[in-house]
């Protein structure tokens, strides 16, 4: 889970940066004569929005790449090779590997992974939200995605359109922004982000908690011939569908012979 607590952190700092703006705009308020208001101070808003909806694609492009290289092959058969330059794989020939030799096969996996997410990803939708996170394992049905889809929305405007009345209305108004809209988006991301990170602990963080006590317990069975079994079940119950084969490997090894080897590395990872 260390790489997921950094993640948490960078987004922690990002969107800390996205609050000090709406503060900003406070201050401005509070500071600029009547005639500036509207104008400096809705613009810091908008520069807030957009700001924020880049947070929010950094934490899920940073989920992705956590995640990714560890995904089965026909995910990892969408990415591109490293240096390809396109958002979508082609076949290459074997000459194409030279320029990384003494690479290994996981870091390269892993450097066209990131290649791929800082070039071609961007979410501009629930959809490509939703996908990212099947890909990653997490699930979110029960959440509310409303909110975040209108900072989705809302940051296209800005982007693209400079926050303006669209073009068939002959004027030049902006659309309305205040500090209670961007409230409101922070606390859906950050609520989005509480969400992911329960549903990050469940799926990958209690699994390996029960993962390594099931080791432990094992090496015990191994060494000594005999331990109480009473936290098996549970143990099982959270392991089993994230790590299925481990839950038989272990059933073998603890009423078995275990080689010194074997025995070394269960030591290791027995320990929490």
Known sequence: MRAYEEISNRFNRNISRVENLVRLHASVLSEEPENTKLEQGDDILRAAMVFLHATLEDFLRSVLAWRLPDSASDEIDKIPLLGQMQKTPAKFNLGSLVPFKGVTVD????????????????????????????????????????????????????????????????????????????????????????????????????????????????????????????????????????????????????FGALDPAKKNILSNLGRE
Not at 233 to 241: K, L, M
């Open 107 to 254: 870091q390269l996996i892993k450097d066209s992974i990131y290649e791929h997410l800082d070039k071609w990803v961007s979410f501009n939708d629930v959809a490509q939200i939703h996908a990212a996170l099947k890909i990653s394992g997490i699930n979110l049905d029960d959440f509310d995605f409303k909110t975040l889809a209108s900072v989705m929305s809302r940051r296209h405007e800005i982007v693209h359109r400079a926050d303006t009345i669209p073009l068939d209305t002959l004027t030049d108004s902006l659309s309305p922004i205040d500090a209670k809209t961007l409230h409101a988006a922070i606390g859906a991301t950050r609520a989005f982000f509480d969400c992911t990170s329960q549903a990050i602990k469940r799926s990958f963080y209690l699994p390996q908690i029960a993962m390594n006590k099931l080791l432990g317990y094992a090496l015990a069975l191994a060494e000594h011939g005999s331990v109480s079994l009473k936290e098996w079940p549970d143990a099982f119950d959270r392991t089993e569908a994230t790590f299925p084969r481990l839950k038989a490997d272990l059933l073998n090894i603890g």
